[in-house]
């Protein structure tokens, strides 16, 4: 591996230009996933580097990057709150473009919590092939009567949602009251939070749901 521009590790090709981390398949790619982290961990938490080397090795390039105010806490350790959305959406429109210039085949675009959902607002405006929530935030932390709902009911990109039975930002019985777009498949992992992680007494343990999400992502962008 070669170290990118940004100082991030780059599993790609050392001509890249972009930060972040490239996790290629060791098979030619069936296609791309752009990938973005949650509002509080980085793109290279366990659950990323999870999700990331899982999809490659069933031959999904992912690339994972940070948005600005991420990047800059790797800078100098200083914690700091998600920059405001308008600038996330636009680092998505601008690391999309670039993907889209070095790779061929379809793209898919999503992430973790925050980063699923500012991928949900752009989806049909960047033409994604398929796009992924992991654990999307169908509304704010104690907020559930203020739902981040509007814009699912009209989404037109084929989506996959993987979303944990007693999510605290979205549970079952809560998102079964919904109206989402009949372009979204819900995929619920029994007994699991926010994080994906099931309670002990389910029977299931935390990497066996994200076994899970991995095969169920895998399927979904390989029919594409």
Not at 54 to 76: K, P, S
Not at 148 to 161: E, G
Not at 180 to 200: G, Q, R, V
Request: net charge neutral; charged share 20%.
């Amino acid at each position: 591996m070669s170290k990118g521009p940004s100082g991030f590790i780059d599993a790609g090709q050392c001509e890249r230009e972009l930060p972040g981390l490239w996790d290629e398949p060791p098979q030619a790619a069936s296609g791309t996933l752009i990938l973005a982290h949650g509002a509080g961990a980085p793109m290279d938490s366990p659950f990323m580097q999870y999700m990331a080397q899982g999809l490659a090795a069933r031959g999904v390039r992912v690339v994972r990057f940070e948005f600005a105010y991420m990047a800059q806490r790797r800078v100098d350790g200083r914690k700091r709150p998600p920059n405001p959305q308008a600038q996330l959406l636009q680092q998505w429109r601008d690391i999309h473009a670039q993907v889209r210039q070095r790779v061929a085949g379809p793209v898919a675009i999503g992430g973790k919590s925050m980063g699923g959902r500012m991928a949900s607002l752009l989806a049909d405006e960047l033409g994604a092939s398929v796009l992924i929530c992991l654990g999307y935030p169908f509304y704010a932390a104690g907020k559930p009567e203020k739902p981040r709902v509007a814009h699912l009911a009209a989404l037109r990109t084929p989506t996959l949602i993987i979303q944990g039975e007693r999510d605290a930002l979205g549970n079952r019985e809560t998102v079964a009251g919904y109206d989402l777009s009949a372009a979204i498949e819900l995929h619920w992992l029994p007994a699991a939070d926010h994080d994906l992680k099931p309670l002990k007494a389910s029977g299931f343990n935390h990497e066996q749901h994200l076994d899970s999400a991995v095969q169920a992502i895998a399927d979904r962008l390989q029919s594409c």
